[in-house]
């Protein structure tokens, strides 16, 4: 079946120990999404790419990172985490069209010590 | 701008109705409709254009009032399985590549 992978669901990093996560797609999407997600919260949009075209949102802290190697594989690197970086981070795909839908992969739980 | 849903939490029994609603004070291109159980990715329920185009699953209905940049999400009949969070995402300007921005969520509780 066509889906969203992210790798690992559950993550553990120390405070200020660079972190990567890594989302992967099978549905040859345009575009991919990194989203932070706080308990009782929104999902909370911090990148997205067309293709290679990468955009950043305004509010998104210097300590987040992405990069996107290839159209199937997408990271979000995070350089010193902090408590407060703790949260679920989603992984979204969209063809990148108007009609087209969000396929969310199951996110990787981060916590920091 | 974060769009405001309302109510912020229904509490049904099984075979009840509720109604969704999503307010923008931003012109909409688009507005989708998510729904995400605890500890799980948001699915896919609704999109809903300018224009009257809309796309969604066959039980689910929705509106979208481009006048007043709102949307109302139609729960009918409800099932036990209706339960989780719902989020409408927006779509302003048409030009994001679907980029969206979430409300806050509304909590649905459907009761035996």
């Known amino acids: 079946d066509a889906m969203v992978i992210q790798n690992p669901r559950y993550q553990v990093t120390q405070f200020g120990k660079p972190v990567t996560l890594s989302c992967s797609q099978t549905l040859n999407h345009n575009v991919m999404y990194w989203y932070q997600q706080k308990s009782s919260q929104a999902p909370k949009l911090l990148f997205h790419?067309?293709?290679?075209?990468?955009?950043n949102e305004a509010d998104t802290p210097d300590n987040f990172q992405s990069r996107r190697p290839n159209t199937s594989f997408c990271f979000l690197d995070i350089r010193s985490p902090g408590l407060g970086d703790a949260a679920m981070y989603l992984c979204?795909?969209?063809?990148?069209?108007?009609?087209?839908?969000?396929?969310f992969g199951p996110g990787t739980r981060l916590t920091v010590t | 701008q974060q769009p405001v849903q309302s109510p912020q939490a229904v509490i049904l029994r099984e075979g009840e109705d509720a109604v969704i609603n999503c307010s923008s004070s931003?012109?909409?291109?688009?507005v989708h409709w998510y729904r995400q159980k605890h500890g799980e990715a948001p699915v896919f329920l609704m999109i809903?254009?300018?224009?009257?185009e809309q796309k969604g699953h066959d039980k689910i209905s929705a509106s979208f009032n481009e006048k007043k940049q709102q949307s109302s999400l139609y729960l009918t009949a409800s099932q036990l399985s209706y339960s989780g969070t719902y989020f409408c995402?927006?779509?302003?300007?048409?030009?994001?590549?679907?980029?969206?921005?979430f409300g806050q969520g509304t909590i649905l509780t459907v009761h035996p």
């Open positions: 931003k012109a909409l291109y688009s």
């Open positions: 809903l254009l300018k224009g009257g």
């Open positions: 979204a795909t969209s063809r990148g069209d108007h009609m087209g839908e969000q396929y």
């Open positions: 995402g927006t779509e302003d300007g048409g030009t994001s590549y679907g980029k969206l921005t």
């Open positions: 790419y067309y293709d290679k075209d990468f955009n």
